[in-house]
């Protein structure tokens, strides 16, 4: 079964702060990852999307790194700010051309507290 | 309007009833998903279209019945749902053109309630 993990669940740090989400899948064979903010009843907005081939990408105070042989994904947030509260997801996407097949974790809940 | 639309927003329906959800991609999209997620629970894939055919069906009941007229425009047709159907409904379109940096676009979501 193809599952992705994320820990922690929900996770409260000071406004300023550095941190590290942390997504982790059980198949390596991969097309791509990526990670989605969802703000609350609301729907996913794309983040940054890495390939298979690649091994970080960045965008702005983010950066999100990829190790297929572990298995594991972070999502980098350098000083963060309480608009950055949000719950964060990650999915991975099997290798399939055309429609997409995404599988995603359950999420970790940030709060970014002033 | 722009991006991906759903109507409508909240949705309180009783076991007996029918109800559709509607969903509208403005992006020139190739294909449309229907997502559910419920509390504490990963977001799932129920239905994948592709140029209008079904494509993925991921084991869901039949009393949720998918409906894609045109690329466009995507429905979720409900019947007889049970109070464990209650969950953010998402909709989601792509491009589906095979680059692998294709993503797909989400709307807002239909919160539905089953009482």
């Known amino acids: 079964k193809q599952e992705v993990t994320q820990i922690p669940a929900a996770l409260s740090v000071p406004e300023g702060e550095n941190l590290v989400l942390n997504c982790s899948f059980t198949d390596s064979a991969i097309y791509n990852l990526q990670w989605f903010r969802q703000d609350p009843g609301k729907g996913l907005t794309s983040l940054l999307l890495?390939?298979?081939?690649?091994r970080e990408q960045t965008s702005g105070r983010l950066n999100a790194s990829l190790d297929k042989s572990s298995g594991r994904s972070t999502l980098y947030i350098a000083a963060s700010q309480p608009g950055d509260s949000a719950t964060y997801l990650c999915a991975r996407r099997s290798p399939r051309r055309g429609a997409q097949k995404l599988v995603f974790g359950q999420g970790t809940r940030l709060t970014i507290n002033p | 309007e722009t991006g991906v639309t759903q109507t409508p927003r909240h949705l309180v329906m009783g076991m007996t009833n029918k109800k559709s959800l509607k969903c509208e991609q403005h992006?020139?999209?190739?294909?449309m998903y229907w997502y559910k997620q419920s509390a504490k629970k990963p977001l799932e894939l129920m239905f994948v279209?592709?140029?209008?055919?079904?494509?993925e069906n991921n084991s869901v009941p039949s009393r949720f019945s998918p409906e894609c007229p045109n690329s466009s425009h995507l429905f979720l047709h409900l019947h007889t749902l049970q109070p464990e159907d209650s969950a953010l409904y998402l909709c989601?379109?792509?491009?589906?053109?095979?680059?692998?940096?294709?993503?797909?676009?989400f709307g807002p979501g239909t919160r539905l309630t089953v009482l």
């Open positions: 989601a379109s792509s491009q589906a053109s095979g680059v692998i940096t294709d993503t797909q676009y």
């Open positions: 890495i390939q298979s081939s690649q």
């Open positions: 992006l020139g999209h190739n294909a």
């Open positions: 279209y592709s140029l209008e055919e079904r494509v």
